[in-house]
């Protein structure tokens, strides 16, 4: 094992092939083709497609890489609900009504959502990734990091290629083997993906309306609560106690009309019985949202809360709904060192922030807003100026 590191690690690092594809290790070769066997896929896709496999340096790269700084949630909305991707939202929106209104029927999934992923995904199939799925898949599945994961994602690719009479040179995608219009991993395409134009075969990059029923039976199949949205921007009272947002505090929406939660117009909460949670992505001093069910559908298709609410925010937006009353974030990014060292004190200070990684997960999110409420600051759970000062004060 420690071998097939070692030939790894110089393979990846050597200059000639940086910015080409190498052959990969005939140890790691050999193991695909003995986990292929294993999941009872044919010899024929064995033989034609393992041994030809490539490995990719950049997606090594791609996989270990960090941002330098942290993206604050306005930066991240605006480079995605854009006035380009509503417009052509609500041309693909009517486009497709006939069809997506079918999908209704069928998954309980609106319209506007399945617009909203695609046009996240890849907006709108313009962008659907141009390195080789099964070699990214394969570089990464012999990479010690994450091999498993992404060996069983291999043999499910392969599946696939057998199953839906697939052309392998044509499988492209992103770094990590998502794929077509929706970016499925091969896992998720294999188990969701259903065949939305009844041509006898499910091809996520060829068909929209594969891709748009794949994605509405996904969601289905996760959970979506048919007739209720994703949420909504809110307004909070003045003397609103900070530490009663994020994913810890569902209450229901009489509970939260009760604490003086309003509409963003100011009018009174409808009268639903749904549980909602609070969620601050720029702090208190940004966008107040009210997030129900549904959006934990949407964050199970990708654990971002900036994207979930930039799913929702399309979705809303490619409808005619307005835009944010208050979108601006008042604070700079973040480093990542910056923020790796925030966590750090927070777990010196006693408030249990999870490993240092430079990352604000949920962990740091809630030992932020302990910390707060134990000094006396809006206890948001976002790092401001002010929260660092005072945590570096106590350290």
């Not at 960090?66 to 605006?78: D, H, I, R």
């Not at 008042?330 to 927070?346: A, G, I, R």
């Not at 910390?371 to 976002?382: E, K, M, N, P, V």
């Amino acid at each position: 094992m420690k071998k097939f590191i070692i030939v790894l690690f110089l393979i990846i690092l050597s200059p000639p092939v940086i910015a080409q594809a190498a052959e990969l290790p005939k140890e790691c070769i050999n193991e695909l083709k003995k986990q292929a066997i294993k999941a009872d896929i044919s010899q024929s896709i064995i033989d034609e497609i393992i041994p030809n496999l490539k490995l990719l340096p950049k997606v090594i790269k791609s996989d270990k890489s960090q941002a330098e700084f942290t993206q604050t949630f306005s930066s991240y909305l605006n480079k995605r609900v854009t006035s380009t991707r509503i417009k052509e939202g609500k041309q693909l929106l009517k486009r497709h009504d006939t069809f997506l209104k079918t999908l209704v029927r069928q998954y309980g999934v609106p319209g506007r959502y399945l617009i909203a992923f695609w046009g996240l995904e890849t907006n709108f199939g313009h962008y659907l990734g141009k390195l080789s799925t099964l070699n990214s898949l394969a570089t990464l599945a012999c990479d010690p990091r994450r091999a498993k994961f992404f060996t069983d994602e291999l043999l499910l690719a392969l599946k696939l290629i057998e199953r839906e009479s697939l052309v392998p040179e044509k499988m492209k995608g992103s770094w990590a083997g998502a794929m077509g219009h929706t970016q499925f991993m091969p896992s998720t395409y294999y188990q969701y993906a259903v065949d939305g134009d009844n041509d006898g075969q499910i091809n996520l990059w060829l068909s929209e309306k594969d891709a748009l029923a794949s994605s509405a039976n996904y969601l289905q199949q996760l959970g979506w609560n048919t007739g209720e949205r994703w949420g909504r921007e809110v307004k909070l009272p003045t003397d609103f106690h900070y530490e009663l947002t994020g994913f810890k505090n569902w209450k229901s929406l009489k509970e939260w009309k009760k604490l003086g939660v309003r509409t963003i117009n100011g009018s009174l909460l409808p009268d639903v019985d749904i549980k909602a949670a609070v969620l601050l992505p720029s702090g208190h001093s940004g966008p107040v949202f009210l997030v129900y069910p549904n959006f934990n559908i949407i964050m199970h298709w990708n654990r971002s809360k900036s994207y979930a609410l930039s799913v929702g925010l399309l979705s809303d937006r490619v409808i005619g709904m307005a835009p944010l009353s208050n979108a601006a974030d008042k604070q700079k990014p973040l480093s990542t060192k910056t923020v790796f060292v925030l966590q750090k004190n927070l777990n010196q200070a006693g408030f249990n922030a999870g490993q240092p990684d430079g990352i604000i997960g949920s962990n740091t999110q809630e030992a932020i807003q302990a910390f707060q409420l134990s000094t006396g600051l809006i206890a948001d759970g976002y790092p401001d100026n002010a929260t660092i000062k005072k945590l570096q004060q106590v350290n």
